[in-house]
């Protein structure tokens, strides 16, 4: 079983910093493209940053406060999320495109993880 697992939620104050991972586990052959999104209360799932390819891309709310990172050995995405503002709070999602093995097959899908909340305090 392929799945996606995060950590590194909180709540901090505003101006302070949090840093997010993401680690694919199970029998991945490569991964694409891999991305954080969020989603506040009543609001619809927005980008934050995505990587693939050596290139990233952020939403221009967050650009020069975060930083997307990924370590291909341990199939894992981070987010460093420095001088964070209130309205940076949501519960924070990543995404991976991923190609993975199983039952004889190969199958490229896009897999999303649990979510972790971050709250930023004014």
């Known amino acids: 079983q392929v799945q996606l697992v995060e950590s590194g939620g909180g709540l901090v104050q505003a101006g302070g910093s949090l840093r997010l991972s993401c680690a694919a586990s199970?029998?991945?052959?490569?991964?694409?493209?891999m991305g954080w999104y969020r989603q506040a209360p009543e609001k619809q799932r927005e980008l934050v940053a995505v990587?693939?390819?050596?290139?990233?891309n952020y939403a221009d709310s967050v650009k020069g406060r975060f930083t997307i990172s990924r370590d291909n050995a341990k199939n894992t995405v981070y987010l460093q999320m420095n001088s964070l503002k209130p309205e940076d709070t949501a519960v924070y999602y990543c995404?991976?495109?991923?190609?993975?093995?199983?039952?004889?097959?190969?199958?490229?899908?896009?897999?999303w993880g649990q979510g972790t909340q971050v709250t930023v305090s004014s």
């Open positions: 990587i693939a390819s050596g290139s990233t």
């Open positions: 199970g029998n991945i052959v490569s991964i694409n493209a």
């Open positions: 995404n991976n495109r991923l190609t993975y093995y199983s039952g004889g097959r190969y199958t490229t899908t896009s897999l």
